[in-house]
């Protein structure tokens, strides 16, 4: 199974905090943002560098930067909204894409309905962000409408996944590392993860 549990303290115990029932709207967001970035950290430790020239106030050294590696940053629609600004701040150059997907209550079957990415989605290294992977549906349909697209070399990050949507994502696409900061014991009869954070989107936009 391809994923990974990104267990830094500061994640682990922003992770407790979203959890929290009592945890209102504002500070669900942004502890939602801030746990992306710190996420974003983990998923990039693999850019590639190269040598360039810098002077110094002292002296001229060799120092390293990015290459400039394109990378797109493709939010699942809603709750994956809530994870963009926290991956852009260290990534700022990345393009954004969008994904409509949502699960049908009754089926718990992902429903497709928005895709918006990049034009040059094959040169670009891709991030799906969407905080929570339940049965595994969505991811796999967002995977797929990338992949149909072009996309080659694609990841997939969430907050918090059940053993199920690990399975499923691993089996249908072995080639995507999941990140994530918790895999959880279970889902309950309504698909819901167990002991999660309840419905994602509602908690971040203060539905129902
Ligand atoms: C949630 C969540 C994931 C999906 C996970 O979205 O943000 O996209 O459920 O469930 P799955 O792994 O079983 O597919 P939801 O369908 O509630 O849509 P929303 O973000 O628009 O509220
Ligand atoms: N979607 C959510 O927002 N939460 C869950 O626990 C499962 C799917």
Do not use: W
């Not at 089926?107 to 991030?127: G, H, N, S």
């Not at 990140?179 to 203060?206: C, K, M, Q, W």
Request: hydrophobic share 40%; proline share 6%.
């Amino acid at each position: 199974m391809q994923v990974k549990v990104i267990d830094h303290p500061l994640i682990q115990h922003k992770l407790s905090l979203i959890r929290d029932i009592n945890t209102g709207t504002k500070e669900f967001r942004e502890l939602l943002e801030e746990i992306a970035m710190l996420m974003a950290y983990e998923l990039t430790r693999n850019l590639p560098l190269e040598e360039t020239e810098i002077e110094t106030p002292l002296t001229k050294c060799k120092c390293k930067v990015l290459t400039g590696k394109k990378l797109g940053v493709v939010p699942i629609l809603r709750a994956g909204l809530g994870m963009v600004n926290g991956v852009l701040k260290l990534i700022p150059a990345a393009k954004v894409g969008h994904i409509g997907v949502y699960r049908d209550p009754e089926t718990l079957k992902p429903v497709e309905y928005y895709c918006k990415l990049p034009t040059d989605v094959a040169e670009r290294e891709f991030i799906i962000i969407d905080p929570m992977l339940a049965t595994g549906g969505s991811a796999v349909a967002a995977i797929e409408m990338l992949k149909v697209r072009g996309a080659r070399n694609i990841k997939l990050m969430c907050l918090v996944a059940a053993p199920e949507g690990v399975k499923a994502v691993s089996a249908r696409h072995p080639d995507v590392e999941i990140y994530t900061a918790a895999v959880d014991s279970h889902l309950n009869d309504h698909g819901y993860i167990v002991p999660g954070l309840g419905d994602a989107g509602d908690r971040i936009f203060g539905t129902k």
